[in-house]
């Protein structure tokens, strides 16, 4: 009887994880989403999921609209399984709506024969929602669309400064080349001028918050502007000119988990002369200790790699890359250092530090 039992609880263990990660990751083949006139399926190239993956994907209108579902409202990691075989180099780019909003373009890499992915965070509410990938004016699509991930919730975002709050005068403007989302806010030079931030964090804590800018207006003066946290702080940050230019400055911010407010103001004796593209969080240091039974690592990214600090652990420990497929891509083994570690595509990694005994997990995001 207890032999039995035993079964039945290791059984129940065994659905109950494997629930756990269908919800955490939900898989949307293409040829079962909405497709606009012209879009057919198609076995090739060799390699796809499912029965095959969407083609004539290139004229304007072209749209391929998918329904998924999700339990809580939240930022998602979304993922596009592509290929991008029609006989070109050149980039791709198509629009993205998430529940008829948004209107954002997204960019992807040729990938001659082979398929890949292309991340996004997406706020997604809860409940059915609709993500359509649509080839609006100014796109070029070319792409083979073979299925659409859905992952886990993610509270490590980036917010487009076309989405933020906009004092008066402030517009965006697709210029200069290589902004994120649609373009980068400009006319951020008068006194009073300010964009705020909106931004829902779980955890609270510090976070490094990593302003996307350009300084393209043709002076090469220091710039400078001030910050308020949830209305509080008015501390001034500088900004080094570059020409037309993208650069992200990185700023220690505490935040509160739940909703927060970031504002960045021209104020008496700033001198803005910027572009805002967007902010991007990164969890430095939680308030409450992480879920962890090794002392003194510290986890970060930097310079889009990932950082593991163990110069205050004892005794070797391996570090384990985990990707959002459950697929291990790096381990590696350290004496007590600091441990820099490439990973080869951007997404959301979970580190995984095995000392003796004791273990150390914690979520990363790579931009």
Not at 84 to 102: F, H, K, L, M, Q
Not at 212 to 235: E, H, K, M
């Amino acid at each position: 009887m207890k032999t039995i039992s035993t079964t039945l609880k290791m059984c129940f263990a065994a659905l109950f994880l494997f629930a756990s990660l269908v919800m955490q990751a939900q898989k949307y083949e293409a040829e079962d989403a909405t497709l606009s006139a012209g879009l057919v399926n198609e076995a090739y190239p060799d390699g796809f999921s499912g029965t095959g993956a969407v083609k004539n994907y290139n004229g304007e209108g072209g749209a391929i609209t998918f329904s998924v579902t999700v339990a809580t409202a939240g930022v998602y990691s979304v993922n596009l399984g592509y290929a991008a075989v029609d006989y070109t180099t050149s980039e791709r780019r198509i629009s993205i709506d998430v529940n008829g909003a948004g209107n954002f373009q997204t960019k992807f890499s040729p990938v001659d024969a082979n398929y890949a992915e292309k991340e996004e965070l997406l706020t997604l509410t809860a409940g059915v929602n609709t993500i359509a990938y649509t080839v609006k004016a100014g796109d070029n699509g070319w792409l083979r669309i073979d299925y659409l991930r859905v992952g886990a919730k993610t509270y490590l975002s980036k917010y487009e400064a076309e989405y933020a709050t906009l004092s008066a005068g402030l517009i965006n403007d697709a210029w200069p080349y290589g902004f994120s989302g649609t373009g980068a806010v400009k006319n951020f030079d008068a006194e009073g001028s300010a964009i705020t931030f909106a931004v829902n964090v779980e955890t609270a804590g510090v976070y490094s918050v990593y302003l996307g800018y350009a300084a393209p207006d043709w002076t090469t003066s220091p710039r400078q502007l001030s910050i308020d946290v949830n209305g509080t702080g008015n501390f001034k940050t500088n900004f080094t000119p570059m020409d037309a230019n993208y650069a992200e400055k990185v700023e220690s911010l505490t935040l509160n988990a739940g909703d927060n407010t970031i504002a960045y103001t021209a104020k008496a004796g700033d001198n803005a002369y910027l572009r805002i593209d967007y902010i991007r969080l990164v969890l430095e240091t939680p308030t409450k200790a992480p879920s962890s039974t090794i002392e003194g690592v510290k986890v970060y990214t930097q310079a889009g790699q990932i950082v593991a600090d163990l110069s205050a652990v004892n005794g070797s420990s391996v570090v384990s890359i985990i990707d959002a497929k459950g697929a291990v891509v790096k381990s590696v083994n350290n004496d007590n250092g600091l441990v820099s570690i490439s990973v080869a595509n951007q997404g959301i990694y979970l580190v995984r530090i095995q000392n003796g005994a004791k273990n150390f997990t914690q979520k990363v995001v790579i931009f």
